[in-house]
């Protein structure tokens, strides 16, 4: 028993043991020393005072529900430091102990420090959130791909464009938008981008869902790659160039008159 208690107050969680009946008798050392709580103040329910006020009720309903179904125990919670006051994340799980017999002896449970993931899983979901107000405010189509081209995310702006739900576009739905004599040389320029991992710049025209008209886009798009070089997500962009285009038609058409004349045995010009 000795060399079993030196052992569980040697690993680097926190440890304790409840009845049957769900009622708490045992806490480790580093349970003491971190909450700096007695084992006398911890008995029964005297543990819920170490929980955050916030997440006091949902833990004991999930604990109760646990007793009562004999199902194994886990929830995330903030514990508070003793001595300082301030609360941290922790994994909550335990595992019911019966006899050969099948008749309930102990819970045994552990809590696991998870407050640098949580600080972590905080600042991605911040990050994606500012990644989805800049996505929801720029002045173009914005979407992302799987590794493999599949559309997983599309901005308002592209569903209001092409007057369609995600759902029709997620995927490789959103080619139906392309101009047919767009969509081969288009999608083949996607396939080899994808199989060499290279950025993707395309020209090609895209259908109003609403008018049926289309108008020309410069799409482009950049890989991410995680820390081993693999590609995880693609970010691209659609922006309108239908009025440069027209210009440049404009201009086509108008040095292809100028040529004309130039050419002309009508008059002489000399320049």
Known sequence: ?????????????????ARPNGSH????RRWCDYTDMTSEQYQGDGWLQAIHP??????LEVWQHAVQTGMPYEAELRLRQGTTGDYRWFLVRAMLHKDDQGTTLKWFGTCTDIEEQKRAEQKLKESEENWRVLAET????????????????????????THAAFKQL???EWRQFLHPEDAERMVALRHQTLETGEPFESE????????????????????????????VKWFGTCTDIEDQKRIE?????????????IDSNIIGIVS
């Not at 008798?25 to 480790?28: K, P, T």
């Not at 590794?147 to 997983?152: N, Y």
Request: hydrophobic residues 35%.
């Open 204 to 231: 090609h025209r895209l259908r109003n869902g609403q008018t049926g008209a289309y108008r020309w886009f410069l799409a482009r798009a950049m890989p991410v790659r995680n820390d081993a070089g693999q590609i």
């Open 170 to 172: 997620q995927g490789y």
């Open 138 to 161: 720029v002045p173009q189509l914005v979407w992302t791909t799987q590794p493999d081209g599949r559309v997983d995310y599309c901005n308002q702006r592209f569903c209001e464009y």
């Open 249 to 261: 038609e404009a201009l086509r058409q108008s040095q292809k008159r100028i040529r004309a004349l």
């Open 54 to 59: 916030d997440d006091q009720q949902h833990v």
């Open 25 to 28: 008798e045992y806490i480790n």
């Open 1 to 17: 028993e000795d060399e079993i208690r030196a052992l569980v107050d040697a690993i680097p969680q926190l440890v304790w043991i």
